[in-house]
């Protein structure tokens, strides 16, 4: 009987012979899970919906699913992306079907095309964000905006794991409007939840919302950066926490617009 050596596995998983990517929505409540959180969520999805997902080699065998740019924590998004690797050919429309239905409410599957021509990583390097800033005046705002683009560096303190890290807002900063308009309160998530009459539906929160194109940097300026990087030079701080939404992904072209990754 041949040996085994050490880290080999004696059955090694079937090759890769496709990959399919996908843009799934992080909504309502599902914001704030973490990417560890969401990576099991589809980890799970994928054995129960039985796709023929392909896996890595060795003692301890994971499902390749490729991930790029997660959304931090606490915040939505509509435009998350994953690759999954496949060890035959799936319709990418039936595959994301399944794994729509297998996953919980709030991870939502939005497109799915076979992947090619690179990676997913190099069709993304910038991303739009929604911020919704209830009891902040549209115009005290743009205010804050203008000052912070009128500088040519503004850097926020992050404290990681590994410890305190400056980061470069404006550098990063692609474009930056700000208009009026009704927060969302949850969105698809609270879209879900039954009302008993149509009296007991609030009214819509009017607020400033700022939108953001950012691009992609080491350490990847979040939403929280770009509201610290205004307080930081306009003293704006909202008297409720914003709520984030990432809108799109995409490699940025010089008229400021986002490409697609699934283009």
Request: aromatic fraction near 2%; charge should be positive; hydrophobic fraction near 45%.
């Amino acid at each position: 009987m041949a040996r085994v050596r050490p880290g080999e596995a004696a059955n090694p998983a079937p090759p890769t012979v496709a990959r399919v990517r996908l843009r799934f929505a992080k909504r309502g409540r599902l914001r704030f899970l973490s990417h560890r959180d969401v990576a099991r969520s589809f980890e799970r999805a994928v054995r129960r919906a039985g796709l023929p997902v392909s896996h890595s080699h060795g003692f301890s065998p994971h499902p390749r699913l490729s991930w790029v740019g997660a959304a931090p924590t606490g915040a939505a998004s509509e435009a998350e992306y994953v690759e999954i690797g496949l060890t035959r050919e799936v319709d990418p429309g039936e595959l994301a079907r399944a794994l729509d239905v297998a996953l919980p409410d709030g991870l939502d599957v939005l497109a799915a095309v076979p992947a090619g021509g690179g990676s997913l990583a190099d069709r993304i390097d910038a991303a739009a964000w929604r911020i919704e800033l209830p009891g902040v005046d549209p115009v005290v705002l743009a205010a804050a905006v203008e000052a912070l683009l009128a500088q040519e560096r503004v850097v926020v303190e992050r404290v990681t794991p590994s410890g305190r890290r400056e980061v470069d807002v404006r550098a990063a900063l692609a474009r930056l409007e700000v208009q009026s308009g009704d927060a969302s309160g949850g969105a698809a998530g609270a879209a879900r939840s039954s009302v008993t009459s149509a009296d007991a539906s609030p009214a819509p929160q009017r607020c400033a919302i700022l939108t953001a194109v950012v691009r992609q940097t080491t350490p990847a300026v979040r939403p929280d950066d770009v509201l610290g990087a205004l307080d930081v030079v306009a003293g704006l701080r909202p008297p409720v926490p914003a709520r984030a939404t990432r809108t799109a992904q995409g490699l940025l072209d010089d008229r400021g617009i986002l490409a697609d990754p699934l283009g």
